[in-house]
């Protein structure tokens, strides 16, 4: 039986422990910064000095944009490991609330590409401790056989998209309005707000929030500060003298995010704490995490691809109105948080008769290739000729999928988790967003309004064919998961 992070408190939240609430709340802010932030970052970049943009190349902006994305989620294994070995949970979920807070001040108040690579390498390191110490917590309110944590995540994720909603929609008004360091400053300000209501809600957190679950030795703390010292010194240098062109900054965050990926597993499954049947749910969780790497590596061109659609190529009128680029990007949330709570009741209601967990993660990734395949009947037409409700239609399917994939990969990886690397674990399942992410920039590179069909023709037929694979294998994956849904 796991340990719950609360005691003493037997009230309820939709029917979930009383303590979701204050998780999803610093969660739903920090998403309405993250977000707000996103939707208008892209077109910083490649608009035009006299449109307030910094004017550099659209295909560089991409590699920027599926860099930074990327490295959020790859954060996540820093985070947790900070929670697993140094600090606890509790702890760092609230430090990286503060280091997000100052990411987005400085990309309000500094100017150019400065403000820019300091903001965004703050904004990414304190969101991926924050990612994988909230997703532990929220996991850790559930025994493993309690049949609320597929509902419990799913509530989680209705929270953490009404900041998705609102974001955009704020700073994309600010932007067109006063420019884009307003829209950034709103950023912040979302952030401040998410982290004065978890100030005043985190001694609720107790047990499990508050220990480290294997503590580094005290010797050991030497060599690790040496090291992250030496990484910080060649990250600076990297930038500094070019030698990583920023062209290919989402190429390298590839690389790393499967040498990451690759070290994660092996760490894990050699680990000397580690049970058999522990062990084999980390194989069976392999498969899973590639099929999660295609599907995000689609799903996140929202913030690529999607955007510079959105610019180019979408009607964006509305009623004689012409409605911000950002805006586009909520349109997904509103389905999330009208679609989330009919796919909680659903496996509420469903209990053990509900599909497997390689099941869902099939549909989703399948339904993720039909989404990038329903753009082929608008290719070719001229700028802004792409109706906004086709691209609507679109979205939905993109959030149907997500629903199918996301929320209940982050359950599943609280499921097999071994005790000994239960917040490393989540994180691993954040590195396949990471590696899909920064994918996501890479294969920007290669879109344009004259390709279109061949480009979202070759991507959906990939991901519906893998999709294809992953279902060939459910048998063998739920035989190794062991009775793991």
Do not use: C
């Not at 943009?53 to 985070?79: E, F, N």
């Not at 049949?147 to 998209?161: E, Q």
């Not at 980390?282 to 510079?308: G, K, R």
């Amino acid at each position: 039986m796991g340990r719950q992070v609360v005691t003493g408190d037997t009230r309820s939240f939709f029917g979930q422990p009383r303590v979701l609430a204050n998780l999803f709340g610093v969660e739903l802010w920090e998403r309405f910064s993250f977000y707000g932030m996103q939707g208008i970052l892209l077109i910083y970049l490649y608009y035009s000095v006299r449109d307030g943009g910094l004017g550099i190349d659209q295909h560089t902006a991409t590699s920027i944009v599926g860099a930074y994305g990327g490295s959020v989620y790859l954060a996540t294994i820093l985070g947790a490991w900070v929670a697993d070995r140094l600090v606890a949970p509790e702890r760092v979920l609230f430090g990286s609330a503060v280091v997000v807070m100052a990411g987005h001040v400085a990309l309000a108040l500094l100017p150019g590409i400065g403000g820019v690579a300091t903001g965004l390498a703050l904004v990414a390191i304190g969101s991926g401790g924050l990612k994988a110490t909230a997703t532990s917590l929220v996991g850790s309110l559930y025994t493993p056989d309690d049949p609320r944590r597929d509902a419990g995540f799913a509530l989680f994720y209705l929270g953490v998209n009404v900041g998705a909603l609102a974001g955009p929609l704020a700073t994309g008004l600010l932007q067109q309005r006063l420019g884009f360091h307003y829209g950034f400053g709103l950023a912040a300000i979302g952030m401040a707000a998410g982290l004065t209501q978890y100030a005043f809600g985190r001694r609720r957190l107790a047990g499990t929030a508050r220990q480290v679950p294997d503590p580094l030795p005290r010797s050991r703390l030497p060599f690790v500060a040496a090291g992250a010292v030496a990484v910080a010194a060649v990250a600076v240098a990297v930038v500094v003298t070019g030698i990583l062109p920023a062209a290919r900054l989402a190429t390298a965050v590839v690389v790393l995010s499967a040498a990451a990926a690759v070290t994660s597993f092996v760490v894990i499954l050699t680990g000397r704490a580690v049970t058999g049947a522990e062990r084999r749910r980390m194989v069976a969780f392999i498969p899973m995490f590639l099929a999660s790497a295609v599907f995000w590596s689609l799903y996140q061109q929202q913030f690529t691809v999607v955007t510079i659609y959105s610019d180019q190529r979408l009607d964006r009128r509305v009623l004689g109105w012409e409605m911000p680029v950002s805006w586009v990007q909520s349109i997904n949330p509103v389905f999330v948080i009208l679609l989330s709570g009919v796919f909680a009741a659903l496996w509420t209601r469903l209990g053990d008769r509900q599909p497997s967990t390689p099941v869902k993660f099939t549909a989703g990734t399948v339904l993720m290739g039909i989404a990038f395949l329903l753009f082929l009947p608008l290719a070719g037409g001229g700028p802004h000729s792409a109706p906004l409700l086709a691209l609507a239609g679109i979205l939905l399917v993109f959030t149907v999928a997500e629903l199918l994939l996301s929320p209940v990969g982050l359950a599943l990886a609280t499921k097999v988790a071994p005790a000994a690397f239960r917040t490393q674990t989540v994180a691993l399942f954040f590195l396949s967003v990471a590696l899909g992410t920064a994918m996501s920039g890479v294969l920007a590179r290669h879109y344009s309004s004259d390709h279109e069909t061949v480009y979202f023709g070759v991507l959906g037929t990939v991901a519906i064919a893998f999709g294809g694979v992953l279902a060939a294998l459910t048998p063998l994956i739920r035989r190794l998961m062991g009775g793991v849904r």
